[in-house]
């Protein structure tokens, strides 16, 4: 029991990193390489998520399902819960390339990738469904808003 136990945490621990800085560093690096035209929007967007989200939970403090400490100024930010940036970073990333692309395939499994890392959000206990729920919808907004301008 404990090693199943363990294992899906470590499971989902992997697929919560897709959500993570490191992975969008990875993949805007991919795209340079690929010359996607639409790499600086989407970097830009990216920024911008990171930025709004970074606000709301300077300004709404809500506890994660297990609190952490709140001892200096970045944490006071990163102990607040709403809205997952995990989940707006997911999204924007999903959405961007599947309007660039327009492939059904990518879509899905976007789409899959993004409720993947929203729910290791909520069974690693870092965030409660609004949260995420939240946070797609402001990845979904900034993606659209950022693609068409």
Known sequence: MFLRSHLSKEFFISV???GGPVFYILVILVLLRL???FV????LALLFVELFCVVIKSVYRKERPISQDRDDFFNKIDANSFPSVHSARISVLVTMISLYYKDVSILIIGIILALCVGYSRIYLKR???KDVLAGFLIGVIVA???FYI
């Open 16 to 18: 919560t990193s897709f």
């Open 144 to 146: 659209i808003i950022a």
């Open 127 to 129: 965030h409660y469904r």
């Open 40 to 43: 600086l929007t989407l970097f």
């Open 35 to 37: 010359r996607a035209p």
